[in-house]
């Protein structure tokens, strides 16, 4: 009996956390403000990234299109806020890129030229262009209709029409002097035979004699040679004469449009591509110089009521594509739908007579373009949703080159011909935001984005709970407060938050990065304080906020509540069963989490099947549920088949579990349940266990450990708080703790308790209320100790193992045979 209260009292040693333990508060007394009004103006603070912040200003520092960076971090950690406020301050300190252009190619049409003009240009440089056409098209048709223009022009022709007549006087006299006459027509000229300045009738010629006919068609030949002779010093001299109006158009031309060239290339004289166009521009406009003669509305022709089609003079426009006149520093553009034509920009198309056309006016920029010479920011989901922008983007990178192409003609699909965009330079520093789970699979399967995308800035999760970063989390607040006009915050709404942040971020000792969430905490806690009229946001509407959003969310929660309490799903909260054990699962719905008690159960045989789990053999349960049970297994032979086999077979079960089980956090409860069924002890219901084990018996942190104990206290509240009940945690988890308030009162109140314990020996010493037993020095347990009842049963069934295994070796005694009939 003595030594019974021995152990008693060695059991009493592990005792449950106090209520200061389970949840750790910040004091609002240690604030240094009244209100978030009395603090100064927050800006656009970062706050506890320095690992990201340094390797993001490394990326963007980095000169080279392979020096790319990927912002790895869960959504909620503001990874596009934080990526935005970095890029934009280094933005406004660089210097604007220039603009660019489209124009027409003169020597390709299908070949669009891009234009660089410094910035602000290219507005500027299409107004200029217009305006010099229009100054073409109203100075050319006066200066041809002057009547200088018209005199050289006169001149010119006169003395055409003079040298063309001697030609013809002189072939006139030649022809007449050999009998014959030359009769001109506006079809040509002719020569024949005369008589007497006359020509010769049918009849003079049947007269003839052969030998007058044959001198007669002599003299015909020789004369038709020299009229050829004369035609091609009448055509040569039409030629001479269309050249001599040419230069004398071309000239007369270029004094028109010269000087408006030469103002032009003097205003952009620094950009050699501009000059070159210009120069371009000048010769087709004296190449076509035919098209700015006639004035505009003015018609021509005989038909004055015929339609007259303009010349088209398109092809001097101007397609303004980048116009950064008001961009101050570089771009930043966030691409938030990077499909191919988003990103890469387009060539649009008009229905014209049945069929579609484009031209160079109708090329469109894309998200590139406008962050060309500064930054391109895009989520990766985002962007491989469009695999075709994701290979694209990859391409241009690699060339350092924005390429304009209709899509189908990259996927290898036959075009028909079109137009071909030059390609810009391109400049830009992209920065993809996602989930480093991408990061990881791209940098694994695409050799192209390792090259490319060098720096990772990986975003924490949370950040120390000391007073650096508890001022700028204030700093936070503060800035929320004042981007969305909300009411400001007391000390003891703040104090609240970071009780919140804490709580978020599953330890005691930090804050949350997750900053999305605490935002809209603030704005929730803001709208609860409005509906009660209040000028500041308090705790008591934080808490109001907190609690809202769970009950918008806990629909399953409350349903699951309902079928325990009602024994549909049987949970035991009082009371005492053996083989019986409550463990704690979380349950994930994406936006909500909650843990609940579930019941595990043990059951016990001799055979040499080992640990057999019920889920596991239904495939109901994950490997790394799987991997907890072998554990445990391994657990049961280090420690009771030292020098006997294990000779029994258990069967374990998550009772009415009809989903999917994983982790290992429970393979404590089914040890615990394993020892109940095998010492024959009942474990005490009303506790609950979580704690996944090592083969030494070591019980080791778990995740969910808040949700975990809130949902087994929910359950024995619902029920009624005896003061025997908790949960059984690891004592690495105590850090974790920051569970509801109205747990800690009930902690204080000592009607719920919480154990933190370090091995599977103390576990079991609360579940049983009897010591687990230590090896003495002969190498037993205790008799009354919970090993040294295990140890028994165990070498109970090995011994009845071997008998019975012995007794199948004998086999059945063989009956003597009969000599007479041989059997």
């Given amino acids: 009996m003595a030594l019974y209260s021995f152990w008693r009292r060695e059991v009493a040693k592990t005792k449950p956390l106090s209520y200061t333990q389970v949840r750790k508060t910040f004091d609002p007394d240690k604030l240094w403000f009244e209100t978030t009004a009395d603090l100064a103006a927050a800006g656009r603070a970062v706050m506890g990234q320095e690992r990201a912040v340094d390797s993001l200003a490394f990326g963007i520092g980095m000169d080279g299109s392979d020096y790319n960076v990927y912002v790895a971090g869960p959504r909620e950690a503001g990874r596009g806020y934080l990526t935005r406020t970095l890029i934009e301050a280094r933005a406004k300190k660089e210097p604007p890129p220039p603009d660019w252009v489209y124009v027409h190619n003169f020597k390709d049409p299908d070949r669009p030229r891009a234009l660089q003009l410094n910035q602000g240009q290219a507005v500027q440089f299409k107004r200029d262009m217009s305006e010099l056409i229009e100054e073409v098209k109203n100075e050319i048709p006066e200066i041809f209709e002057s009547e200088d223009y018209s005199n050289r022009r006169d001149e010119l022709v006169k003395r055409f029409q003079g040298e063309r007549g001697k030609v013809l006087q002189e072939l006139d006299e030649t022809v007449r002097g050999q009998g014959f006459l030359l009769n001109m027509s506006q079809v040509g000229m002719v020569i024949m035979p005369a008589k007497e300045d006359k020509p010769l009738e049918e009849s003079d010629l049947a007269q003839m004699s052969?030998?007058?006919?044959?001198?007669?068609?002599?003299?015909?030949?020789?004369?038709?040679?020299?009229?050829?002779?004369?035609?091609?010093?009448?055509?040569?001299m039409e030629k001479e004469l269309r050249a001599q109006l040419k230069d004398l158009d071309r000239r007369v031309a270029l004094y028109a449009v010269g000087h408006l060239i030469d103002e032009l290339q003097e205003k952009y004289g620094q950009q050699k591509t501009v000059l070159q166009y210009l120069k371009d521009v000048k010769d087709d406009i004296i190449r076509n110089i035919d098209d700015f003669k006639q004035r505009p509305g003015q018609q021509q022709g005989p038909f004055p009521m015929a339609a007259q089609q303009e010349p088209n003079l398109a092809r001097y426009e101007v397609n303004v594509l980048v116009n950064n006149s008001e961009l101050q520093g570089a771009p930043v553009i966030v691409a938030s739908n990077p499909s191919y034509t988003n990103l890469f920009g387009s060539m649009e198309r008009k229905a014209q007579f049945g069929a579609l056309f484009t031209d160079f006016t109708m090329i469109r920029p894309g998200a590139l373009h406008q962050a060309n010479g500064g930054y391109l920011i895009i989520r990766v989901l985002d962007l491989l949703k469009w695999w075709l922008s994701y290979e694209a983007l990859k391409r241009g990178l690699q060339h350092k080159e924005i390429r304009i192409e209709d899509p189908s003609e990259m996927m290898g699909f036959i075009m028909t011909a079109g137009m071909k965009p030059e390609p810009i330079p391109m400049r830009v520093k992209v920065i993809l935001i996602g989930d480093p789970m991408y990061y990881h699979l791209l940098y694994t399967y695409d050799d192209a984005f390792a090259k490319l995308f060098k720096v990772k800035a990986h975003l924490g999760e949370e950040t120390d709970r000391k007073m650096g970063p508890i001022r700028e989390f204030v700093s936070f607040v503060k800035g929320v407060v004042e981007?969305?006009?909300?009411?400001?915050?007391?000390?003891?709404?703040?104090a609240r938050l970071i009780d919140r942040a804490a709580k978020l971020a599953g330890h005691?000792?930090?804050?949350?990065?997750?900053?999305?969430?605490?935002?809209?905490?603030?704005?929730?806690?803001?709208?609860?304080?409005?509906?009660?009229?209040?000028e500041t946001i308090s705790a008591e509407h934080v808490h109001q906020a907190v609690n809202a959003k769970n009950r918008r969310c806990n629909l399953y929660e409350e349903k699951l509540q309902e079928v325990i309490l009602k024994d549909i799903i049987h949970v035991q909260t009082k009371g005492e069963v053996v083989g019986q054990v409550n463990g704690l699962s979380v349950y994930l719905l994406g936006d909500y989490a909650f843990g609940r008690p579930s019941r595990i159960t043990a059951n016990i045989s001799l055979g040499r099947g080992g640990t057999v789990s019920i889920d596991r053999e239904s495939k109901m349960s994950g490997s790394i549920h799987t991997k907890g049970v072998l554990i445990l297994e391994g657990y049961l032979r280090g420690m009771y088949a030292r020098e006997m086999p294990l000779s029994l077979t258990a069967s374990l079960c998550f009772e009415q579990s009809y989903g999917m089980v994983d982790g290992d956090s429970a393979s404590g409860a089914e040890l615990y349940a394993i020892l109940s069924a095998l010492s024959d002890l009942p474990l005490k219901q009303g506790i609950a266990c979580t704690g996944a084990i090592s083969q030494k018996g070591e019980l080791q942190a778990i995740g969910g450990v808040n949700h975990k104990i809130e949902g087994h206290f929910d359950v024995c509240q619902a029920r009624g708080l005896t003061g025997e009940q908790g949960v059984v945690i690891p004592k690495s988890n105590i850090r974790d703790l920051m569970v509801r308030t109205d747990i800690v009162e009930a902690v204080k109140a000592g009607k719920f308790h919480v154990w933190g314990v370090d091995h599977v020996d103390k576990a079991i010493e609360i579940l049983t209320g009897l010591p687990a037993g230590q090896r003495r020095k002969d190498g037993t347990f205790p008799p009354n100790s919970v090993h040294g009842r295990v140890e028994a049963r165990l070498k109970a069934m090995a011994e009845k193992a071997k008998a019975l295994a012995e007794e199948g070796k004998k086999g059945p005694e063989e009956e003597p045979s009969c000599a007479a009939c041989g059997q």
């Fill in 508 to 534: 005691q000792d930090k804050l949350t990065l997750r900053l999305a969430e605490v935002a809209d905490l603030i704005r929730e806690a803001n709208y609860w304080a409005g509906q009660k009229g209040a």
């Fill in 210 to 236: 052969e030998e007058e006919k044959q001198a007669l068609r002599e003299k015909s030949n020789q004369l038709q040679t020299d009229m050829g002779q004369a035609v091609r010093r009448i055509r040569k």
């Fill in 483 to 494: 981007e969305n006009k909300l009411r400001p915050l007391d000390r003891s709404g703040v």
